[in-house]
């Protein structure tokens, strides 16, 4: 018995380190930074042409972030992005997403895209969502949750609460 307590306690330990996020930080101290986001799975098989990238960048004269994680929600991406963005030792100049990173669906936007939606009375969700990544590029910007979508995992719903009611 002890040796089945013991074991799912390892087995659970391992899925908690496992599941953090891993940070690389920059190998050269720039004025300015620059963010790339990517899951897991994908870095681990492009991980070459990711630091490949990563020295381009920094060659330009940018700090880059490496964060890589099996991103499950928004949240987490977002806030690994506030955390380089709140660093005052570097502007933060961008961000690229690599991946499998949650998909942040905005519903009654589509003033911001060129592609024709039906109108916001629309009962049909997907018709009047579009995939946008402003819920990551401006930390100001305040979003109410909606839902998550259960037959597309990686999409979250959401409204700019600064827009919308």
Known sequence: MKKICIISIW???GTL???????????????VSFVVIIDSESFRYAEKEVFAYRNLLENEGRSVYIIHHQWTKPEQVKEEINKVYNN???VLEGVVLIGDVPIVMVRNFQHATTVFRRHPSTVDKDRVTVPSDRYYDDPALRWRFVEHDEKKPQQFHRYASHLFP
């Open 88 to 90: 005052k030792s570097a």
């Open 11 to 13: 087995l659970g330990l």
């Open 17 to 31: 380190l496992t599941s953090a996020q891993t940070v690389i930080q920059p190998v050269q101290k720039n004025p």
